[in-house]
């Protein structure tokens, strides 16, 4: 998708997995594999790991789908939620 991935350190990472770049915008990405629905926590770090990343975007990903408090907390923060749903739509467009 053009974008440069840096993977950050598997423990104490502030919040995020991943951090992507494309167009000088950076991308915080906190990734949740989950059986159960993800809640506010998952928001809440990727919103510490924008401030301490220094990015303009944050975004969660998981396997599963996200409560809607987890949904309402991100809507008034600007956090792209990507839920089971969007994570296949988007690799079978860019797989």
Known sequence: MGYAVEQTKLSGDQGADVVVVKFAEKTVIQAKRFTGNVGNFAV????AAISMYQ?????????????????????????????????????????
């Open 44 to 47: 809440q770090e990727i919103m």
């Open 55 to 95: 990015a303009q975007k944050g975004m969660v990903i998981t396997n599963s789908y996200f409560t809607p408090s987890a949904r309402d907390l991100a809507n008034v923060n600007n956090i792209e939620l990507v839920d089971r749903d969007d994570l296949d739509e988007l690799i079978i467009k860019h797989w």
